[in-house]
């Protein structure tokens, strides 16, 4: 599928902008392979492209594996300008974007025309066209883009051309014949022939026969018998079987990659599981540890209340052992608590009154559901019990808060004298 040709009034951005944006917007049997999360990204790679490189127009064309399987796949077909000594050429070149483009580098060959052929034993450039220069091999997502890949391809194809023009014999030989150069491919600003009598670029034409390259299918043809060509010579049977070992050798290193990659991400993905539940744990044994560090602080604190109380308490027990004389078991409990003021012996008798009444009220009670008392009885009883009750605890929060001041004044009267004056 080709993007149509511009209208007068469109320009060939807008044209490529809506092919891409229809394409990629398919859904069902004729949609694209690519990830839903990589489309838009895959569109802006290749309007760079076609900006920084009219030639290279983006289209859908089948692409076929060496094991049989058909896709159809975004290419851009078109030319990459080259500098070779000085002069500026334009090799054709097809880049296909494969199902895991952008992710995974895309796949570039060399298309050359009738009167060119590949280089052979190029080091970025296989005999079937297949480029692998370091860009590729170095791809890295999501950094990595199409048109720094053609800028790459032209400084490594300038230093190293792939392509170069082939003689062809002469069907009409002449005995004087005039010195014209053989086609070559184009340079910038040429009209890709050069005429009689001109200089030929400095690229010296080869004898080689065309070597194999993508098909319009898209498809990498498997390496094939020695042909014949040329004086009726072979291909060396020694670099076919090399170069068949080079490319098991390096499909397996490949799968191989591929199985411990996708090993190590599970594992990966497992430690971050792991690493998850462990920060969960942390944070909850964190606050553990805060909430004991509390707790203790505040044992600590009741056990200093608890001592206190206990000297206290030791104190007053050695001021009033000599009080009770030798005898301990004959010590009426009203005369071992004596008070030491009248405040707290109207804050005892309240207290004992108090007490009283609430055993008077549970024996009524006691009374009441055994029968003994009639009801009306116990009803008059309780509510004359609960007056007098009510104000015996008026009366010992009233004595209370007496006792509260008279210790707050006696307080401060102990306090040593500010040094400020204050």
């Not at 880049?95 to 050359?112: A, C, D, G, Q």
């Not at 319009?216 to 042909?227: E, H, T």
């Amino acid at each position: 599928m080709v993007p149509p040709p511009p209208s007068p009034t469109s320009s060939m951005a807008q044209y490529t902008q809506q092919f891409l944006s229809s394409v990629l917007s398919q859904r069902g049997p004729s949609s694209l392979p690519y990830s839903e999360d990589v489309k838009w990204l895959i569109r802006q790679h290749l309007l760079s492209l076609s900006e920084a490189y009219p030639s290279l127009q983006p289209k859908t064309a089948t692409f076929t594996h060496n094991d049989g399987r058909s896709v159809n796949l975004l290419q851009s077909e078109g030319t990459v300008p080259m500098v070779f000594q000085n002069v500026t050429y334009n090799i054709p070149v097809v880049i296909w974007l494969m199902e895991t483009y952008p992710r995974h580098p895309p796949l570039v060959f060399v298309n050359p025309t009738r009167d060119m052929v590949i280089k052979r034993q190029h080091p970025f450039v296989n005999p079937s066209g297949l480029v692998s220069i370091p860009y590729l091999q170095n791809w890295v997502y999501p950094s990595s883009n199409l048109v720094d890949l053609a800028r790459n391809l032209g400084n490594y194809f300038g230093s190293d051309p792939p392509l170069y023009s082939q003689r062809r014999p002469n069907p009409n030989p002449n005995p004087n014949p005039s010195p014209s150069p053989s086609p070559s491919f184009n340079a910038s600003g040429s009209s890709g022939s050069v005429s009689s009598g001109s200089i030929r670029p400095a690229i010296p034409p080869r004898t080689y026969p065309p070597s194999p390259y993508v098909s319009d299918s898209g498809r990498v043809p498997s390496p094939s018998p020695p042909q014949r060509f040329g004086s009726g010579s072979f291909e060396d049977p020694s670099f076919v079987y090399k170069r068949n070992a080079i490319n098991k050798l390096v499909e397996n290193v490949h799968s191989d990659v591929a199985r411990l990659r996708k090993t190590r991400e599970a594992e990966m993905e497992g430690m971050f599981s792991a690493q998850a539940v462990l920060r969960q744990r942390e944070e909850e044994l964190s606050i553990g540890l805060r909430q004991m560090q509390d707790e203790k602080a505040d044992l600590e604190q009741q056990l200093q209340m608890v001592l206190m109380n206990t000297d206290v308490l030791e104190g007053w027990v050695r001021e009033n052992e000599g009080k009770l004389g030798g005898d301990l078991s004959n010590i009426s409990p009203d005369d071992a608590i004596v008070p030491s003021d009248s405040l707290s012996k109207q804050m005892m008798d309240c207290t004992a009154s108090d007490l009283a009444i609430e055993d008077v009220v549970y024996a009524l009670d006691k009374a009441v559901q055994e029968g003994s008392i009639p009801f009306d009885l116990y009803l008059r009883n309780v509510r004359l019990l609960s007056r007098e009750q009510f104000f015996h605890r008026a009366t010992s929060v009233k004595v209370r808060a007496i006792q509260m001041q008279a210790q707050v004044t006696s307080m401060a009267s102990r306090a040593p004298p500010s040094p400020y004056g204050v």
